[in-house]
């Protein structure tokens, strides 16, 4: 199973949000490729990337700072925020990004997912950001009238295979990931799932660690790599438990 260091980028700056609240954001680094490269040196395979600007926004706005880290860190990088047209997931893909993230416009425009993926297939993944059960968009700040595992069996018949799923309650809180949800999601979907949200701790991971066999395909951290509660060596060895 991956551990995928998330970098989350806001003005330039690598931050974390609180349950995706950009009124309560911490600033850990003013050098994003500094960030990446740390990670890259403890032996992260994939980085998570996102532009907040961008989510909030609609349209890139970290751009520059993402071309900076394709270039000099040398491994994997999966980018979303603000990704809503065919034309920017060209551009991402011709920059180096292995993987573009489409939250808000897969979740809102069923036609363009379709389209999306018959051109882009497994080099788009989807992004299910969710609270309650409920999937939010624009930045997590609006809702739309569908649930996370509606929303994630319509992504199985379009073809995915995988999907990232966040829990936005958990996001940023070190408050110790959804299981229940990801049990869930993985029981009823029968999808590769890359779970995002609350972990805190070592014993977390040793849990999600049991989901693998059910499909459970990756784990995305953030705040508790930032405050330092485990080192990224720490958490592969877990996973190679």
């Known amino acids: 199973m991956l551990i995928i260091p998330a970098i989350d980028l806001r003005g330039g700056k690598v931050v974390r949000l609180f349950q995706g609240k950009f009124n309560r954001q911490k600033v850990y680094s003013a050098d994003p490729v500094k960030v990446a490269k740390h990670w890259a040196k403890q032996g992260a395979k994939f980085l998570h990337i996102v532009d907040l600007d961008g989510a909030s926004s609609g349209s890139l706005k970290n751009i520059e700072v993402l071309k900076k880290i394709i270039d000099q860190v040398g491994i994997g990088?999966?980018?979303?925020?603000?990704?809503?047209?065919?034309?920017?997931?060209?551009k991402l893909l011709s920059l180096g990004v292995k993987r573009v993230i489409l939250g808000t416009k897969a979740a809102s425009d069923a036609k363009f997912l379709k389209q999306a993926w018959k051109k882009f297939g497994e080099k788009i993944i989807v992004s299910i950001d969710a609270k309650c059960g409920k999937v939010l968009t624009q930045g997590w700040n609006c809702g739309v009238a569908k649930t996370t595992l509606v929303f994630a069996k319509e992504l199985k018949t379009i073809g995915f295979k995988q999907l990232i799923y966040t829990d936005i309650s958990k996001d940023g809180t070190l408050a110790g990931p959804n299981i229940s949800g990801i049990k869930e999601l993985l029981g009823e979907t029968q999808l590769n799932v890359i779970a995002s949200g609350g972990v805190c701790s070592l014993k977390d991971l040793t849990r999600l660690n049991k989901l693998q066999k059910q499909g459970l395909s990756g784990v995305i951290i953030g705040k508790a790599l930032y405050e330092g509660k485990f080192t990224l060596v720490e958490a592969l060895k877990v996973m190679r438990a």
């Open 77 to 90: 990088v999966e980018f979303g925020g603000g990704v809503r047209s065919m034309e920017t997931i060209s």
